[in-house]
């Protein structure tokens, strides 16, 4: 059995969302993921076979990397957004990167390395973050 998923360029956000909602809370019980697996191999050696999937897929991945960097350029537009921009870089890296510095990074994504954080994503522990009264909130074992 394989599953398809058709979309709009402009609704990339709302099936990133899907996905992360499919993966992170499933509808399925592990053990039906896992006989699932033997199949899912299955149909990505028979889709990539088609030499025009990986052309599709590199159309993806750039088209999708084209966005990021559109979508950083238009934050850093106003004052506000820099200043945002700067706060959490020092945050999360202790420094600073002037915009033409993230834009060579971001550039320099390949599609390996998109890959690998896939991985790492989907084999990783899942948290949560949550603001506000945390009091009422459960921890991510009782979902």
């Excluded at 889709?47 to 350029?73: C, D, G, M, S, T």
Aim: glycine share 4%; proline share 5%; with cysteine.
């Amino acid at each position: 059995m394989a599953n398809t998923v058709e979309y709009l360029q402009d609704d990339v956000d709302v099936l990133m969302e899907f996905l992360l909602n499919v993966t992170t809370a499933p509808e399925f019980p592990h053990w039906e993921a896992a006989a699932l697996q033997s199949q899912l191999r299955i149909d990505r050696t028979v889709a990539f076979r088609n030499p025009q999937a990986h052309v599709i897929e590199n159309l993806y991945v750039q088209a999708a990397k084209n966005k990021l960097i559109a979508e950083y350029l238009m934050s850093v537009e106003s004052s506000g957004g820099f200043l945002d921009e700067v706060r959490c870089q020092a945050l999360a890296a202790g420094s600073y990167m002037p915009p033409g510095t993230v834009l060579q990074q971001a550039d320099s994504v390949a599609d390996p390395d998109v890959i690998n954080a896939a991985k790492k994503f989907v084999s990783g522990q899942k948290s949560k973050a949550a603001s506000g009264h945390l009091g009422q909130t459960p921890f991510v074992d009782q979902f």
